[in-house]
């Protein structure tokens, strides 16, 4: 005799919680993907290996010196040019005043910040390199209440945005 199939209440629960579980598996993949991928690419942005960095910097408009800032997220140190990551600054030929004013501020801020002290720099002997060939790196200093990094300074003081893949782009002209 061939046995019916059941296709009673409890039957119907144990399908439904089957159906669930194979889309919350999909959904836990894809967060693991997620995770693992964005875990990627902050490492390979900063590179693993940090450096000591102590010298004073100038305005590179100012001064011929071996440490000097560019602009709000742009400093060069000897020949090399690093663009700072984490956060994006406004330009100094900005499109309107109001932009203009606030890159002058991000220089400066910049400026002093880098000038408070020793700073570690992040890249190793080979950092990643932006469309321009400018150096990727980020920064950060050691403090008694843990690690201070110039991108979150940057951005609590308004000074910056948060910059990064699938974030929409700024107009600061238009946020002023």
Avoid: H
């Amino acid at each position: 005799m061939v046995k019916q199939p059941r296709f009673d209440a409890r039957w119907q629960r144990r399908r439904a919680w089957r159906r669930r579980w194979q889309v919350l598996r999909i959904w836990l993949l894809l967060a693991a993907i997620f995770a693992a991928s964005w875990w990627l690419m902050r490492w390979s942005v900063t590179g693993g290996e940090w450096d000591q960095v102590d010298q004073r910097f100038t305005l590179c408009a100012e001064r011929d010196s071996n440490a000097c800032v560019i602009d709000g997220d742009t400093i060069m140190l000897g020949k090399r040019r690093i663009r700072l990551t984490g956060f994006d600054a406004p330009e100094l030929a900005g499109e309107c005043i109001a932009e203009r004013k606030l890159a002058l501020a991000s220089r400066n801020a910049l400026l002093d910040w880098l000038n408070r002290g020793p700073l570690l720099m992040d890249g190793g002997a080979e950092p990643p390199r932006d469309q321009y060939g400018r150096e990727l790196r980020g920064l950060r200093r050691e403090g008694a209440g843990g690690d201070e990094w110039l991108a979150d300074w940057m951005e609590s003081r308004e000074l910056a945005r948060t910059s990064g893949w699938g974030l929409p782009s700024r107009d600061w002209c238009v946020d002023s």
